[in-house]
């Protein structure tokens, strides 16, 4: 079956500092990139998506790369503020439309 | 903006009881998903709807059962409550099939078996 996996599962960084999180998949024919923000006590938010024929997309301080050769995508944060703390999940769309969720990443920002 | 709003916060019942839980969106999406979180498990997939009256089984349907009358609004049943049945229970819509768009969540029901 599909699996995605993330890395780190935690992530502790200084304030102003960059952190990085991967997310690897398995089905090759997977067309939709999304990452999602989960703040305590909320339910999952999109912050960035990138799809198949777009190798990086940028807002603000989060970017989103793709590479689809070696089938995975990473969640990138600049310039990390608190708020940033949170948890972090992939969520590749497959081929057949289904979605899978990555198991999380939980980020710390230490002011 | 959408919205994705689930009738309870926090809900606390009974072994054996039948339980309700209601989701309603205000975008006309035609996608719907009921979703549980537990720790060290991630997001798992209940059940999920692509159009009124419609359902389809997703990872977990064991114990559960759905409703899907209105376009805006699915309903989540547990028939038969039990204790490993407590978790917080996500609810998402997204525009259409095939569509690549986004899941919007609400803010989740924490649900308690006791």
């Known amino acids: 079956g599909e699996n995605v996996e993330q890395h780190p599962s935690t992530l502790s960084v200084q304030e102003g500092d960059s952190a990085v999180i991967k997310c690897t998949y398995s089905d090759s024919a997977s067309n939709y990139f999304p990452w999602y923000k989960q703040e305590l006590g909320k339910g999952p938010q999109l912050i960035i998506d990138?799809?198949?024929?777009?190798g990086e997309k940028k807002d603000q301080r989060i970017a989103v790369t793709l590479n689809k050769t070696a089938k995975h995508f990473s969640l990138h944060i600049t310039e990390t503020q608190p708020e940033d703390s949170a948890v972090y999940f992939c969520a590749p769309k497959t081929s057949y439309d289904k979605v899978i969720f990555g198991p999380g990443t939980s980020l710390s920002v230490i002011p | 903006d959408v919205k994705v709003t689930q009738s309870s916060r926090y809900l606390v019942k009974r072994t054996g009881e039948k339980v309700f839980l209601e989701c309603v969106q205000d975008m006309d999406h035609e996608n719907m998903f009921w979703y549980r979180q537990d720790p060290g498990l991630g997001l798992r997939l209940i059940y999920f709807?692509?159009?009124?009256?419609?359902?389809e089984k997703g990872d977990i349907p064991e114990g559960y059962s759905v409703s899907r009358e209105k376009k805006e609004r699915f309903s989540l049943i547990l028939e038969s409550a039990s204790t490993n049945q407590t978790s917080m229970y996500l609810c998402?819509?997204?525009?259409?099939?095939?569509?690549?768009?986004?899941?919007?969540f609400g803010d989740g029901t924490r649900l308690s078996i006791l």
């Open positions: 709807s692509y159009d009124v009256k419609m359902k």
């Open positions: 998402a819509s997204s525009l259409a099939h095939y569509s690549n768009q986004p899941q919007h």
């Open positions: 990138i799809r198949s024929n777009v």
